[in-house]
């Protein structure tokens, strides 16, 4: 299915229904075999993994085929959770709920891994100013990175890999309360990925500090008022859900 002209078609949540009804796979943000060396150094073949807006990619069945086998997949669409359910009704083990990231219903300290490839990007691309992020996409990522923290094991892994280059990803990710560290890797040979390890219960590097401590002060004096990051209320407006945009 060709991609659509108009980036406004990417906030209907019906657009994305009807093109997974016919489209077999499409990857953002490259295939496993791209990234595989990494995976390999923080994921374990015994791990629970959840994975975050999956789609139709073939992430988790190439993981799968690779060793992993204890994996959850969530996405909001209904139509494709269920086309890749009886797609691998055969790969004992995986897992496809129909579930919105903003409201995930899980026990915490659930998952080892939390994985998510591209989806967070696709939630930030009509940002005007990547230096100083809206307080709507601040108020998603914040939802969203609290939960995934919530449902993190101590000495698990968030692992994002990403369009978003790390000055600008990171004033999203470096949040003390998040209680994880950043680590970040690249790879890709004429366009650069991103591959983003946060080890929850380790603190964050000095300069992540630092990073957190400018971008609070930078609310402050932009909203006149101090607004910290655990007081930003949960946007219950589905509309706040479907604001996709191409990010090509």
């Given at each position: 299915?060709?991609?659509?002209?108009?980036?406004?078609?990417?906030?209907?949540?019906?657009?994305?229904?009807?093109?997974?009804a016919?489209?077999?796979?499409f990857?953002?943000c490259k295939?496993?075999?791209?990234?595989?060396h990494?995976?390999i150094?923080?994921?374990?073949?015994?791990?629970?993994i959840?994975?975050?807006g999956?789609?139709?990619?073939?992430?988790s069945e190439?993981?799968?085929?690779?060793?992993?086998?204890?994996?959850?997949n969530?996405?909001y669409?209904?139509?494709v959770i269920?086309k890749?359910?009886?797609k691998?009704?055969?790969l004992i083990g995986?897992e496809?709920?129909?579930?919105?990231?903003?409201?995930?219903?899980?026990d915490?300290?659930?998952f080892?891994?939390?994985?998510?490839?591209?989806?967070l990007?696709?939630?930030l691309?009509?940002?005007?100013?990547?230096?100083?992020?809206?307080?709507?996409?601040?108020?998603?990522?914040?939802?969203?990175?609290l939960?995934?923290?919530?449902i993190?094991?101590?000495?698990?892994?968030?692992?994002?890999?990403?369009?978003s280059?790390?000055?600008f990803?990171?004033?999203?990710?470096a949040?003390?309360?998040?209680?994880?560290?950043?680590?970040?890797n690249?790879f890709?040979?004429?366009?650069?990925?991103f591959?983003y390890v946060?080890?929850k219960?380790?603190?964050?590097?000095?300069?992540d500090?630092?990073?957190?401590v400018?971008q609070?002060?930078?609310?402050?004096?932009?909203?006149?008022?101090?607004?910290?990051?655990?007081e930003l209320e949960?946007?219950?407006?589905e509309?706040?859900?479907?604001n996709?945009?191409n990010?090509?």
């Amino acid at each position: 299915m060709d991609l659509p002209d108009s980036s406004e078609t990417y906030m209907l949540k019906e657009y994305w229904n009807k093109r997974f009804a016919v489209e077999d796979n499409f990857e953002w943000c490259k295939s496993y075999c791209d990234f595989r060396h990494l995976t390999i150094q923080h994921v374990r073949k015994c791990d629970r993994i959840l994975m975050l807006g999956c789609g139709n990619s073939r992430l988790s069945e190439e993981m799968y085929n690779d060793g992993y086998t204890n994996i959850v997949n969530i996405d909001y669409s209904p139509v494709v959770i269920e086309k890749m359910r009886q797609k691998h009704q055969e790969l004992i083990g995986m897992e496809y709920l129909q579930m919105d990231i903003t409201k995930m219903t899980f026990d915490k300290n659930s998952f080892d891994v939390i994985i998510e490839k591209g989806t967070l990007d696709t939630f930030l691309v009509d940002e005007k100013n990547l230096w100083n992020p809206s307080e709507h996409s601040r108020k998603f990522m914040h939802t969203v990175l609290l939960q995934i923290s919530q449902i993190l094991k101590i000495g698990g892994r968030f692992i994002s890999v990403a369009f978003s280059q790390p000055h600008f990803r990171k004033l999203y990710l470096a949040k003390s309360e998040y209680n994880w560290s950043i680590t970040t890797n690249i790879f890709g040979y004429y366009f650069h990925y991103f591959f983003y390890v946060m080890e929850k219960g380790r603190e964050l590097s000095n300069d992540d500090k630092n990073l957190e401590v400018s971008q609070n002060k930078k609310i402050c004096e932009g909203d006149q008022q101090c607004i910290s990051f655990s007081e930003l209320e949960e946007d219950n407006d589905e509309n706040f859900l479907k604001n996709i945009s191409n990010i090509f």
